[in-house]
């Protein structure tokens, strides 16, 4: 067993985990990444068989790209107007300067209460996208830190059967 690519795929792991928070770090990308690494240096047998790398690959994919449409798909079915996806996006970015990592959640709720109550929305409907941005966040990291808990739980695993195979 490669000990340099059990450090290196751990890093990316923890890293992973890391970009499940922070939208700077790709997390789904990151661990498919450790997986990968196991893959080629497993022989891509066992845990890390062509077929579950093929597999984790598309759900790296999917939630990569979903995480992007998430929360503004929640933001417009809770009502939101272009005012209050800027303001989402703007308190995003505040919220992770200021208060890191959930000011990412919050700075965006906020950001978007506030676009809405600039583009002359009542409080009840800034609210309500606020609501929507906030929704599709959770959701985005929870659909993140599954596929995470995916890739680790194969990860650990090819690593423990190398280490037994030696």
Not at 80 to 109: D, H, S, Y
Request: with cysteine.
């Amino acid at each position: 067993m490669n000990t340099g690519a059990v450090i290196v795929g751990s890093t990316l792991i923890i890293l992973g985990l890391a970009g499940c928070f922070l939208p700077v770090l790709p997390g789904p990308t990151l661990c498919f990444g450790a997986l990968l690494l196991m893959g080629l240096v497993s022989g891509f047998e066992g845990p890390t068989s062509v077929t579950v790398m093929m597999v984790t690959g598309a759900i790296t994919a999917v939630v990569s790209v979903v995480d992007y449409f998430v929360p503004i798909l929640g933001a417009r079915q809770f009502g939101a107007t272009r005012w209050g996806l800027w303001g989402a996006v703007l308190g995003l970015v505040a919220g992770l300067a200021l208060f890191p990592p959930f000011g990412l959640i919050v700075g965006a709720l906020v950001g978007a209460v506030i676009g809405e109550l600039g583009g002359g929305k009542d409080i009840g409907a800034a609210l309500r996208a606020g609501a929507g941005v906030f929704i599709g966040g959770v959701l985005s990291l929870v659909l993140k830190l599954a596929a995470w808990g995916v890739m680790t739980y194969y990860f650990i695993s090819a690593v423990l059967r190398c280490y037994a195979t030696e």
